[in-house]
């Protein structure tokens, strides 16, 4: 974890005005890291946490954090959650086979639509940042002070940023920084 915190900026929860929301929100905000990133490129790894609402069904919560367990899991354990999201159980851990990621995104999408939701649109920003392996979610915790949501503490490694992602957050903004 050294490693991560001497190389790494760590991303608190963000707040889009709603005059703001739709479409472009988030790019804003990604667009910011971007010109962050580009001023001071000696950072590799963004970390933070990124939240299941609480007001989702729990059926949506647990087919949420079991897919990206599976999909998203990280390569050492980094962190424990104080307060830890219960293992996914195995029946639904058996909606996801684990083979094809567009497969059980398929499927999550599904499963979630039943419920009458989505993915969270953090958690879709950061699974389609990176190539496979530049994304973690190191740990899923119960936030009881954040409105109930469920947390998950996601670990970017920058160099697996995807070269459109990389050019249209980080490089977009080399040709403008001054000296």
């Not at 079991?66 to 195995?90: K, N, V």
């Not at 979630?112 to 740990?139: A, T």
Request: proline share 8%.
């Amino acid at each position: 974890m050294a490693q991560v915190m001497q190389h790494g900026i760590e991303l608190g929860r963000s707040f889009i005005q709603p005059r703001y929301w739709g479409r472009r929100g988030l790019d804003y905000l990604w667009s910011g890291i971007g010109a962050y990133l580009a001023r001071y490129p000696q950072y590799r790894y963004l970390f933070g946490p990124v939240s299941i609402s609480g007001g989702l069904p729990a059926d949506a919560r647990d087919l949420l954090v079991a897919f990206y367990r599976l999909w998203f899991p990280p390569t050492h354990p980094l962190a424990i959650s104080r307060q830890p999201y219960p293992a996914s159980l195995p029946d639904v851990l058996a909606q996801f086979e684990g083979k094809s990621y567009n497969d059980d995104l398929t499927r999550l999408k599904s499963l979630l639509g039943n419920l009458g939701c989505g993915i969270p649109p953090l958690y879709k920003q950061y699974s389609e940042l990176c190539d496979p392996g530049g994304v973690q979610f190191i740990d899923f915790g119960n936030d009881p002070a954040f409105s109930n949501c469920v947390d998950g503490l996601v670990l970017v490694d920058l160099t697996y940023l995807k070269a459109n992602r990389y050019q249209r957050y980080i490089g977009a903004h080399l040709g403008f920084q001054a000296g």
